[in-house]
């Protein structure tokens, strides 16, 4: 009871920016990231949000993430578009705690704050857009994109991305691609902040 209090009362600073990544006023607008080598991939959200909601592209970037998702297209955005119900107090328990801060760290091996920082700023810019989400009671993919307090970039190349959900892949390119990593952050979360150990258990779409 006494730790839930404690969370509780630091919730308003939890949500807050972390130092060096405090959101621009007003916000540009917000892209997706991508570095392919040399090359820089933007992709605007709203072209994303489009495809989620009638499956038309209006940008050839996002057409071949999609292709290489591994997943048919109305599968995928389904699982983009799809809200998961959380408690704010566990989910920021979690995070805070060793096997999230270990989580966090995982999620974010190619996903760093486009501009270099001082410090490594990763694991607390995550973090804090995944808290600012769920403050709705819910999170999804583009709440937690929509979130992020400076503009971040995904490595293609080297380690890439590492899907959270252990759950088997049809295709190979599920348990690689950038797009199946999006789908899966916020089931795995969702099933964190439900679990009492405070580990990740296997994620459902």
């Known amino acids: 009871m006494r730790r839930r209090l404690a969370v509780l009362a630091l919730l308003p600073a939890l949500l807050g920016a972390p130092a060096g990544l405090a959101a621009p006023q007003p916000i540009p607008p917000q892209t997706l ?3 392919d ?6 992709i605007p959200y709203a072209a994303l949000e489009q495809f989620i909601a009638d499956g038309t592209f209006a940008d050839q970037r996002l057409r071949q993430l999609v292709t290489r998702s591994g997943w048919p ?5 389904v699982a983009l578009a799809k809200p998961y119900g ?3 107090v566990p989910l920021a328990r979690f995070l805070y705690s060793p096997a999230g801060v270990a989580f966090l760290q995982q999620q974010t091996r190619a996903f760093r704050p486009l501009k270099s920082q001082r410090r490594d700023l990763r694991v607390e810019g995550l973090r804090a857009a995944i808290l600012r989400d769920a403050q709705g009671g819910t999170l999804s993919v583009m709440g937690i994109l929509r979130q992020l307090p400076t503009d971040f970039v995904v490595e293609l190349g080297g380690v890439g991305v590492a899907r959270c959900s252990s759950l088997p892949c049809t295709n190979p390119q599920q348990c690689r691609s950038v797009l199946s990593w999006l789908v899966f952050l916020p089931a795995c979360l969702q099933a964190a902040a439900m679990n009492v150990n405070g580990s990740v258990p296997p994620a459902t779409r």
């Open 33 to 35: 990231r991508l570095e």
């Open 73 to 77: 297209e109305d599968q995928l955005r």
């Open 86 to 88: 959380v408690e704010l």
């Open 37 to 42: 080598g040399a090359e820089l991939w933007t």
